[in-house]
């Protein structure tokens, strides 16, 4: 069974201890020794130059990935892929990509169901949340539509209501606006930043955006692998 | 819903591929079945030839073929004196040949033989069957391919004879045969003083056990046997079902490689977006039941349209007139369910290594994949 710890932080839900991570047998040094917290509620911001580590630190939040050495800890629960892979995707992380990563053949609506077929939720749950979610995001006219006749701005919003559907308590979103132009990029993000705060999910996100990431509550700025500096946002 | 929608999609995304599995489950399903119910039909109306009118079958112990068997004609006599036998017939089985047909069955009965009585005799007298040793009944389907009627001469094999009646029954084997007196046969066949077997009807069914061991007894040399226990037991039916059913096993052992090539080739070409359900909390069971239930979809599909052909096969067969009587269209359900099941099997053994390799992608590298 798995223990929480760090209790006397009960308001952290992300915590990274002296993670390392490499490729290649450790010849391509990724992580070199992060150590990051981010609190319940808070967007953060993820900023730093391509190849600097990011996405491999959402990875391994996600438990997609494994690191060489040190913890990650969501929720107060060392995230263990062998162990507890299932439930932290299932019900506490919800994961946007900079592509939208939805399955082109099946529809908006079927999209967004995946996590709740995963996770088994019943059919009338599913699409209550479903209505909820693409009624607030502006999709409810576009649920039978697939996915190859959504514009890019639509399925990027569309993945934001497949992250959320299961009600997961944090979102990890890598670049979720890096393959949007200027305009649809504020207005998925700003959705995005009114998503999170009304449904108290706590935010992590990786962007070159510098504009978008000032935005958030923190901005943490990594660089060759490492933590430079964490700042916050005015 | 979702979850077999997902299952359609995949299937339908290479709809050529697709159905190519599908055909290859078919045509090996068709093949099983078609050639399963073509022996056991003929199986069965081999085993109708002795059975005809009979509980119980004599003939001689070990012998590899029924055409072997030698059954003395004084064991007729006692075993026919027994109280609870109501008739034992003696009956002489050969193959003979004629120009142009090779294999002709031959059946040396008795004028009270039930094969006698109980034919439609299209033409002659049925009271004349045994007066003269030249004189043959052919069967209907024999007169044809022989062409000749009633009164003509026949060559067979060695001898002519005197054609004295044509028959019909619903059986192959003897609508194709040529039936003469007993003595006859036992003469032509170098058979004189026995017979190939000795069929047996009692009086009471009951008695079957009690006539069983009396004929072990009284002739250590001869088996008695129940008509069904002689159809499980003869090692020609078992050696003809053992090779149907391997001609069909091989036909689906290569839908099944089918079936496996294109779960394959659907998996390779779809890991983004087994990594995108991953990410999205799909377990490995999931994932792997998904690909299982694509290949049982197809397997499923593949099975019932082979069904739908094989039938067909049969039934066309059937029309053929050379194949008139030899044909039982009839499928037994056991049947049926065995070649479901082995189709069904075959395709999700096909999916088994696609499964595996489904559930173990990396999420965040198969993301990477392009």
Redesign the interface.
């Known amino acids: 069974m798995n223990t929480p710890i760090f209790t006397k932080h009960r308001d952290v839900v992300l915590r990274a201890e002296n993670l390392w991570k490499s490729y290649d047998h450790g010849t391509i040094a990724v992580l070199k020794g992060v150590d990051l917290e981010v609190r319940a509620g808070q967007a953060v911001a993820l900023c730093g130059p391509s190849g600097c580590g990011k996405s491999t630190l959402l990875h391994l939040f996600a438990g997609l990935d494994e690191s060489d050495k040190g913890r990650v800890i969501v929720n107060g629960v060392e995230v263990n892929p062998q162990r507890n892979l299932l439930r932290l995707l299932r019900y506490e992380v919800g994961f946007v990509f900079q592509l939208h990563n939805l399955i082109p053949d099946l529809t908006l609506a079927e999209n967004c169901l995946i996590p709740t077929v995963a996770a088994g939720i019943d059919r009338h749950t599913a699409q209550a949340r479903l209505r909820e979610l693409t009624e607030r995001t502006g999709l409810s006219h576009r649920l039978n539509q697939r996915i190859q006749k959504l514009s890019g701005g639509e399925r990027q919003r569309t993945a934001l209501c497949r992250a959320l559907m299961n009600r997961p308590g944090i979102l990890l979103a890598d670049e979720p606006t890096g393959s949007l132009d200027e305009q649809t990029s504020a207005s998925v993000f700003a959705l995005l930043l009114e998503l999170v705060a009304s449904e108290g999910v706590t935010l992590l996100m990786a962007t070159h955006d510098r504009k978008l990431a000032e935005r958030c509550d923190q901005l943490v700025e990594m660089h060759d692998g490492r933590i430079h500096e964490l700042a916050l946002s005015q | ?3 077999l ?2 299952i359609l ?1 995949n299937l ?2 290479h709809r050529i591929r697709t159905l190519i599995s599908i055909a290859g489950i078919a045509f090996s399903v068709a093949a099983m079945l078609t050639v399963v119910t073509i022996l056991q039909g003929a199986i069965g109306m081999f085993a109708g030839i002795l059975s005809s009118d009979s509980q119980a079958i004599v003939f001689e112990r070990d012998v590899s073929d029924l055409f072997f068997s030698n059954v003395p004609s004084a064991a007729v006599e006692t075993i026919s004196a027994w109280p609870m036998v109501a008739h034992a017939d003696p009956v002489v089985f050969g193959i003979v040949s004629s120009a142009g047909h090779p294999i002709i069955t031959c059946f040396g009965v008795t004028p009270a033989d039930a094969r006698i009585h109980k034919a439609t005799w299209l033409a002659g007298d049925r009271a004349a069957f045994g007066l003269k040793a030249d004189d043959v009944v052919l069967g209907e389907r024999a007169a044809q391919f022989l062409g000749v009627n009633i009164g003509d001469r026949v060559p067979i094999g060695h001898a002519t004879f005197h054609v004295i009646g044509v028959l019909k029954t619903a059986n192959g084997f003897e609508d194709g045969g040529v039936f003469m007196s007993l003595g006859a046969a036992q003469s032509f066949f170098h058979k004189e003083g026995s017979s190939s077997v000795i069929t047996i009807k009692l009086k009471s069914k009951g008695d079957v056990n009690l006539f069983k061991s009396m004929v072990k007894g009284n002739f250590p040399n001869l088996i008695a046997l129940e008509d069904a226990e002689f159809n499980r037991s003869y090692s020609q039916f078992k050696i003809l079902k053992a090779t149907a059913w391997a001609v069909g096993a091989c036909g689906l052992l290569l839908g099944g490689l089918g079936v496996a090539n294109t779960m394959i080739m659907s998996v390779f070409t779809r890991i ?2 087994i990594a ?8 490995h069971v ?1 994932l792997g039941g998904m690909i299982l239930g694509e290949s049982a979809v197809v397997s499923l599909v593949g099975a019932a349209s082979g069904l739908l052909i094989g039938i067909c096969i049969l039934f066309a067969l059937k029309q053929v007139p050379a194949l008139d009587g030899y044909i039982d269209p009839a499928i037994h359900p056991l049947i049926l369910l065995v070649v479901i099941l082995l189709a069904l099997l075959t395709g999700i053994a096909g999916a088994f290594y696609p499964a595996v390799y489904a559930m173990r992608v990396r ?2 590298e198969a ?1 990477r994949f392009e």
Request: no cysteine.
């Open positions: 819903m979702i979850f929608k997902l999609t339908g995304r983004r977006e995108i359900l991953r990410v999205n909390g799909f377990s999931q999420a965040v993301l």
